[in-house]
């Protein structure tokens, strides 16, 4: 493979929001995180994404690039790798990284064991990533203690008694060795899928099933987002697929996760071609901001924001619309020391070019606006 161009060129894209829009555009700063001609870089929110003041990781997919009728630009036919991108300086340039200890077993990656001793989950340099394969009913999960430097693992997730469980990186820390895991698990006729939390408080040696989030939806529902509102309250956020809608649906639970209701729609639609899922955080102002990718014309990347801990969203924020296919988004966000937001997420030019990693940096706004 080329050697990637990782200090690229940065676009400025800047307007103001006039009044009575049901969209506003949101001032950002674009950037480039993975990009090589022929390659593929996908799907960041199958991932995660970690931050320790200005040093930024998150994990994407590389795979060749190929021109498809229907479904992603990749080529089937070839490996596929899980890379990550590192910034030191807020989201403002990167540098690639090829883990070996993420790799999958089928690309000469370690094999999937258990784990041995407890996960120590409030290290101050600690990353923690679950993932999945479609050849594996079992998902597993990975722990750094030195920022997403090293990985150890891969470690096997339980089925829950489920027949398959597709796990990406949703995990919620309450003590040491207590953290809850909010997962899609397949639904009784084997199809993704329907969301579900586990637990353990063991450090990871054990976790047991807590509770579905939901019913079993005739189409999916599946990718939660998750932030702790309160010791006993959580909020998750999930993608929905019924028929041609997809939209994000929110559930709220006031005994940590035990039981769940219904909440609202922060996102009445994420376009067509299945939607996209959302990447819900916590400000430090305590206010959400919610981001998502739109599938639909003008393609792009969007957000909300609520200040009272989800009742209500503000009108959709365009952080860009300039992409030439729907084959994009699955965003990862998180907030800098200086406040501004990094959003992290899959993004293309046109439908026969490369699909790469991209960043947007955007300011959130102030409270109440």
């Known amino acids: 493979m080329r050697s990637l161009c990782w200090f690229c060129a940065v676009c400025f894209v800047a307007s103001l929001p006039r009044a009575g829009d049901a969209q506003t555009t949101q ?11 022929g390659q593929f870089g996908g799907w960041p929110a199958n991932h995660g994404i970690w931050i320790w003041g200005n040093e930024i990781v998150v994990g994407h997919r590389v795979a060749t690039f190929k021109v498809a009728r229907r479904g992603h630009a990749v080529d089937p036919s070839r490996p596929q790798y899980d890379w990550q991108a590192r910034s030191l300086d807020g989201g403002m340039t990167w540098r690639p990284e090829k883990p070996l200890a993420l790799a999958r077993v089928k690309d000469g990656g370690p094999p999937i064991k258990e784990l ?3 996960i120590d989950f409030t290290q101050p340099d600690f990353a923690f990533m ?33 027949p398959r469980i597709m796990a990406r990186t949703d995990c919620l820390v309450s003590g040491p060795h207590d953290a809850t895991l909010v997962l899609t698990a397949a ?10 939390t586990a637990r ?45 809608a997809h939209w994000v649906d929110a559930y709220l639970s006031t005994d940590n996760g035990s039981t769940w209701s219904f909440w609202n729609k922060p996102v009445p639609s994420t376009g067509g071609m299945v939607g996209n899922p959302p990447h819900l955080i916590r400000l ?11 599938r639909s014309p003008p393609y ?58 991209a960043a947007t940096i955007w300011t959130p706004g102030f409270p109440g606006e």
């Open 300 to 357: 792009g990347i969007r957000a909300r924001l609520s200040a009272d801990d989800g009742r209500t969203w503000s009108r959709e924020i365009v952080l860009r619309n300039d992409a030439g296919c729907w084959d994009l988004g699955y965003p990862r966000s998180v907030q800098r020391p200086d406040g501004r937001i990094v959003t992290a997420y899959y993004f293309n030019d046109d439908p026969k070019t490369e699909r790469y990693i």
């Open 130 to 162: 679950c993932r999945y394969s479609k050849d594996d009913p079992a998902s597993r999960f990975y722990s750094s203690n030195d920022r997403a430097k090293t990985w150890k693992g891969p470690y096997r997730l339980p089925t829950f008694g489920q």
């Open 200 to 244: 353990t408080t063991d450090g990871g040696m054990s976790w047991r099933f807590v509770s579905w989030i939901g019913p079993e939806p005739t189409g999916f529902s599946i990718m939660p987002s998750s932030v702790r509102l309160s010791e006993s309250k959580l909020l998750t956020t999930i993608r929905r697929e019924e028929g041609d």
């Open 116 to 118: 041995a001793s407890p």
């Open 27 to 37: 001032p950002s700063l674009n950037v480039i995180v993975y990009k090589e001609p």
């Open 284 to 294: 430090r102002d305590g206010r959400l901001a919610i981001t998502y990718g739109y």
């Open 187 to 196: 639904k009784r006729d084997g199809e993704e899928g329907r969301v579900f």
